[in-house]
């Protein structure tokens, strides 16, 4: 398994179903080790090599039994090393992390380390993404109560996995263990849905209200505009736009299950589609979760620090900027809007969104943190961003930055909405 991952092909959660398809006469147990011991080594990947260079063998062999000696414990392996083996993992076992240099220690590459250690206390962050995350559920607040969910599955065979309420969001639901969710019934009726709490707190922040127009622009599987939907009551129009048609293909179902009536799922070409230029102006409230470098989610995918190259934030950059002037032109005077990522790092965060102040002077920056404050009055945020953290908040890494058009500065273009109506016309005259 290790050998298909670490070529780095596909991301690692693809390549590990994959392979798993690919073996069906692994039971279920050998099935879970397998994936705990990968997804161990890919954490502490840095560091186990450097202990394996003083190891004889396939070097996949030699992180093969680091992973799994660290999930199963050095004895259960004991019948299946030579003693050479043995040997070697008791010496390489006995090596105190705290003597390695941080980088090491931590298994980060030297530019994420260099990049995460100018944030406040950076030695406890990394360890927090090196810890696996829990699983998060969001109850759907157009089908049910957090409150009664918690307790029916504490009475069902759920209960072993100790569901509690995430201590910030008022719809997430924390899970000790990974179940297979999607067998569950609530899951199957549209009751519940996998989502990272951080994730969650960002609909707060959009703050949608019945009747009106909203825009989830990078909806991917759609599971923020889930939320945002059953927020306005299944009222109002809500547009979940995304450059692949696959990703929405992927959330109809999800949209089905939740009982919503309100969401238009519409796969764009580009974020200057004549679809997007025909909402000029239009929507209340619009949200940007941009494309980003995903470091915030290291806990769930720790491949994604192999796999990303410090030479691609600046392309990535480009493109959040772009996404952001074009979902700008479709809030309306007064209206909102969102840009959030994924990421724990300045470029992707605080220097995008000055960026876009500066560019954008009919916008102003309003304070995250006191948007949060009353619905999560333990979430402490200095603002006026809103940066969670793993080690702090419990969550992903999360950030988001929220701008009001101002309404007297605010004059929509005449000209774009008229040439954008003339361009989607003689694309469809049915539109």
């Excluded at 290291?298 to 491949?303: K, Q």
Aim: overall charge neutral; glycine content about 8%.
């Amino acid at each position: 398994m290790l050998g298909e991952i670490l070529q780095w092909t596909y991301p690692a959660d693809a390549t590990l179903s994959h392979w798993l398809r690919a073996h069906p006469a692994l039971g279920a147990r050998d099935r879970a080790e397998v994936a705990e011991a990968v997804y161990d080594v890919l954490r502490h990947l840095r560091r186990y090599r450097q202990l394996s260079e003083s190891g004889v063998g396939p070097a996949s062999r030699r992180l093969a039994i680091l992973g799994l000696a660290s999930t199963l414990g050095a004895a259960a392996l004991r019948d299946g090393l030579d003693p050479v083996e043995g040997e070697w993992l008791q010496r390489v076992g006995n090596i105190d992390p705290a003597t390695l240099p941080r980088a090491v220690r931590t298994s980060m590459p030297d530019w994420l380390d260099e990049r995460l250690g100018r944030l406040a206390d950076p030695d406890t962050l990394m360890a927090a993404l090196n810890r696996p995350a829990p699983l998060d559920l969001r109850v759907n607040p157009l089908k049910a109560e957090r409150d009664a969910v918690v307790a029916a599955l504490g009475n069902s065979p759920a209960a072993r996995y100790d569901p509690q309420p995430t201590p910030h969001s008022p719809w997430g639901i924390r899970l000790a263990g990974r179940p297979a969710v999607n067998r569950w019934p609530q899951f199957e009726n549209g009751s519940l849905e996998v989502q990272d709490e951080g994730s969650q707190l960002l609909a707060l922040l959009v703050g949608p209200k019945r009747g009106e127009m909203i825009i989830d622009f990078c909806a991917g599987a759609g599971g923020k505009a889930l939320l945002l939907g059953a927020l306005m009551r299944s009222t109002g129009r809500l547009y979940a736009f995304d450059v692949s048609a696959a990703r929405l293909a992927r959330a109809k179902p999800r949209f089905a299950r939740s009982g919503l009536s309100n969401v238009v799922p519409v796969a764009i070409d580009s974020e200057n589609d004549t679809r997007v230029k025909r909402l000029a102006g239009k929507a209340q409230r619009v949200l940007v979760d941009a494309p980003c470098s995903g470091i915030g989610t290291l806990r769930r995918n720790p491949d994604l620090k192999w796999r990303q190259h410090p030479d691609a934030l600046a392309e990535l950059g480009e493109l959040q900027a772009r996404i952001l002037h074009s979902a700008a032109r479709c809030v309306a005077p007064g209206g909102r809007l969102v840009y959030a990522t994924c990421s724990l790092l300045a470029e992707e965060n605080e220097v995008q969104a000055q960026r876009f102040l500066d560019s954008h002077p009919d916008f102003e920056l309003i304070d995250g943190a006191a948007l949060l404050a009353n619905r999560c009055p333990e979430l402490q945020l200095d603002g006026p961003y809103v940066q969670l953290r793993p080690d702090v908040h419990g969550t992903d890494g999360f950030f988001a930055a929220v701008f009001e058009r101002k309404k007297a500065a605010a004059r929509v273009d005449k000209a774009e909405i008229q040439a954008g109506v003339a361009e989607a016309l003689a694309e469809d005259p049915a539109a």
